[in-house]
């Protein structure tokens, strides 16, 4: 098995533990928005997820508990990424948290590198460029 490759210079790190997906695709056509944020405990740290839609809002998700959370943006697109860390390596989810690329061995070790490099200048997430457009790009992103 030969470890994934992840690109540092597609990703911004963001200082934030929160962040919200705005028009977020999920089910049958649906759409919505989804706010993702970290939970910290002396279990670890993890991502909580909700969907509000159509003036619903559905059941928080609970995803597993890690050592390290850290939420990306992709510079092209804008659209977040979750990043999370645990004794297996480095798992980089999309806004669906479904699936994960992983990354471990030498390249483990590349991520954490990268972190540490960009965690003094992490990116704020200002609220014009946080939002996401249906057609997934941002119209207000700027590079």
């Known amino acids: 098995m030969t470890a994934n490759h992840f690109e540092t210079e597609r990703f911004d790190l963001l200082a934030e533990d929160s962040v919200q997906v705005a028009d977020y695709r999920f089910g049958h056509n649906r759409q919505g928005q989804r706010k993702v944020w970290i939970e910290s405990s002396d279990k670890g740290k993890r991502f909580l997820s909700q969907i509000t839609s159509e003036g619903r809002t559905c059941a928080v998700r609970k995803e ?25 390596g480095f798992w980089l989810h999309s806004e669906a948290f479904s699936g994960a690329e992983t990354f471990f061995g030498d390249e483990s070790v590349e991520v954490q590198n990268w972190l540490d490099g960009n965690s003094h200048h992490c990116k704020p997430n200002n609220a014009a460029i946080g939002q996401v457009v249906a057609e997934g790009t941002r119209n207000d992103y700027k590079k």
């Not at 597993?64 to 004794?87: A, H, S």
């Open 64 to 88: 597993i508990y890690t050592e390290q959370c850290y939420i990306l943006r992709e510079k092209e697109t804008g659209r977040y990424y979750f990043l999370d860390f645990n004794d297996c």
